[in-house]
């Protein structure tokens, strides 16, 4: 069965670096999305990407995010310089329609970042 | 203002019972919600999409209520296997995000 990629699984960083996470979306899919997961608390949309642009971002996803699909198979996130409170675990997604139109949204297995 | 909320929880309950989550939406525009199950740590993963009054799978239905805004997800004959945090999600007007409620944790023990 297909299924979204990430790497790595966990990445420890200082604060102040920058970090990019790596996620290879299910083959055919068109959308793209990050989402964040802060220990113990929901699950937040960060972006969406559709057609090489972002087609939605949230109110987290600021100046010191970026996403790229820098090839035909990965999906990155950005991140310039990394705050405490960035740490979280950070899952892509990936559907190949609009969610809501019978299109599932797949997540990948997430990667746990910890900022120092 | 909340989205989507759910169930506070936890739950605890013994195998073989009968439990029920529910889960207010404030975005009347809505056409299609979804439960997910999400394990300690891991992602979340699909259990049910709810598209028009309601959704019957196995042991899970899922019914929803437009007139009072709620979604409800009920698990017949628990399972150990059926614990972990059921989350009730809402795509966005625009369809390009999840948004997603807190969540409700199962506890099923024997």
């Known amino acids: 069965e297909p299924e979204v990629t990430q790497t790595p699984s966990h990445q420890v960083t200082q604060m102040g670096q920058e970090v990019i996470l790596r996620c290879v979306p299910i083959s055919n899919h068109l959308y793209f999305y990050w989402y964040r997961q802060i220990l113990g608390q929901k699950v937040e949309f960060l972006v969406s990407?559709?057609?090489?642009?972002?087609?939605?971002k949230s109110e987290i996803f600021d100046d010191q995010f970026s996403v790229e699909r820098p090839d035909g198979s990965n999906f990155t996130l950005k991140i310039r310089s990394t705050k405490l409170e960035d740490s979280a675990m950070y899952f892509c997604a990936s559907s190949s329609g609009l969610a809501g139109w019978y299109n599932e949204q797949f997540f990948g297995p997430g990667t746990r970042l910890t900022v120092l | 203002r909340k989205e989507v909320e759910q169930d506070p929880g936890p739950f605890n309950v013994p195998e073989g019972a009968t439990v029920a989550f529910n889960c207010t939406y404030s975005?009347?525009?809505?056409?299609?919600f979804f439960w997910y199950r999400q394990d300690c740590r891991k992602e979340p993963k699909l259990l049910m999409s709810v598209y028009s009054s309601g959704n019957e799978d196995g042991r899970f239905t899922a019914q929803l209520n437009r007139a009072s805004q709620y979604i409800s997800l009920l698990i017949r004959d628990s399972k150990l296997s059926d614990s972990a945090t059921y989350l009730c999600v809402s795509p966005n007007q625009a369809g390009t995000a999840l948004i997603f409620g807190k969540g409700t944790t199962l506890s099923v023990s024997s």
């Open positions: 990407f559709y057609n090489n642009e972002i087609s939605e």
């Open positions: 975005n009347s525009a809505s056409q299609s």
